[in-house]
Structure formats: structure tokens, C-alpha cells
């Protein structure tokens, strides 16, 4: 900032937010998709997002399109 002209006197509030979440590989050989996907309409929820496609927004909503085709 201060090489724009607006030097940061003082921090008010900060907060680090993982980006883009991601399975681990452990999580992954035991089944973690598989998992989630069991889950799929239990109690009328469903989920979508960049977990199920990874961080790209064409990816996410062909995976939601997927969902909506399959449950609706």
C-alpha cells in the first residue's frame, strides 16, 4: 500500500481464508468422493461446489448441473 501513497498506519482486522479446499491424499484413497457422494439428498441436502469440481467456476457449475439432472 504505501508504494501507491496510502501506507497502512494499522491492521483493524485480518483473517487468512483457505482458498480453494482440497481432499487430501489420504483422504482421498479411503474414499472421501465416494463418501460425500453416499450423502447426496440425505435429508434434502445436497452438495456442490468447488470441492466436488476443484476451483474452476465452469467446472463447479457443471457439477452442480450434474446434481440438479440427477436428483431433480
Given at each position: 500500500?504505501?508504494?501507491?501513497?496510502?501506507?497502512?498506519?494499522?491492521?483493524?482486522?485480518?483473517?487468512?481464508?483457505?482458498?480453494?479446499?482440497?481432499?487430501?491424499?489420504?483422504?482421498?484413497?479411503?474414499?472421501?468422493?465416494?463418501k460425500l457422494e453416499a450423502l447426496q439428498g440425505?435429508?434434502?441436502?445436497?452438495?456442490?461446489?468447488?470441492?466436488?469440481?476443484?476451483?474452476?467456476?465452469?467446472?463447479?457449475?457443471?457439477?452442480?448441473?450434474?446434481?440438479?439432472?440427477?436428483?431433480?
Amino acid at each position: 500500500m504505501a508504494k501507491v501513497g496510502f501506507p497502512v498506519k494499522e491492521k483493524h482486522y485480518a483473517q487468512e481464508v483457505y482458498y480453494c479446499p482440497h481432499v487430501s491424499a489420504k483422504d482421498y484413497a479411503d474414499g472421501w468422493y465416494d463418501k460425500l457422494e453416499a450423502l447426496q439428498g440425505n435429508k434434502n441436502t445436497f452438495y456442490a461446489g468447488e470441492i466436488i469440481s476443484f476451483g474452476d467456476m465452469e467446472d463447479a457449475c457443471a457439477a452442480s448441473k450434474d446434481i440438479i439432472g440427477r436428483f431433480f
